[in-house]
DNA sequence: TTAAATGCAAATAATTTGCAGCATA
DNA sequence: TATGCTGCAAATTATTTGCATTTAA
């Protein structure tokens, strides 16, 4: 897309056909996918895509403030291009991540010497659809 | 130490050499470590302790309750004995990690149907040390 | 004596690295 | 043409699993 060529071109990164279909993969999901998941979703239409690709292309995005990073497990980082402050909630029964709804928590206030770049506040428990299930 | 061992059979854990051992690694530090470095801080004196024991050990803990598990980074867990809500800060530069001093954020309001169990709070940049180091 | 805890070794999963080929400014 | 991007394969790191042995109630 023309679009996104220009946008990660404004941006400082070259615009390549993969690092578009990464970045658009990305932005058009609430998933939160991790490097292999978006690897999975790309690779029946581009065949070639390599796994480093997608893993050096969304630390790029995360260096360039187009993107953040979310470990939630110790086990696999996932990727959300929602950069703005927001609550993630992860479902301990599922797996998935989702975006809360409402305000952002208000950075706390920090000793002196600390700087701080970036804040993140996520919540562990279950699921509507988890929660539901129990009841059930 | 018989004060711990009747502090982890209180919480339903049998008291093993290893358990207590463990358990007193990690209440005795602030640092926050990984599997990995309480099995190293404790191998000298226990060469026969295995990583599978202190794994499946620090799990344990957090399932009775006595220990958090903290997912910073993607690539590995470290442990907390300190459960009470507290805010923690990871210096991108040296990879510490550290209690932050004052009160942890309220917990925010979750929307109908999600069931928090645990809520973390964290902030990632430059700790007092690494920051200074720039400036000189 | 019997169930639970331990420890070794091998397996797994996510990620990173080295390097050669390719594409594009 | 020269720099940077891509992709394969191999390496690395943290963690988990299978299973036999040991420990302790």
Redesign the interface.
Known sequence: MKHTAEFLRERGIQPSQQRIAIYEALASTKAHPSADLIHGALAPGMPTLSRTTVYSTLELLVERGLAQ?L???????RYDADVSPH?H?RC?ACGSVSD????A????????????????????????AC??GLRS
């Open positions: 990073r470990a939630l497990t110790g086990s696999e980082l609550l909630f301990r809360l709804p409402g305000q928590p208000s950075p706390p206030e920090l000793p002196a010497g600390y700087l701080a770049e970036r804040v993140q506040l996520y919540a562990e428990g279950l699921c509507p929660s539901a």
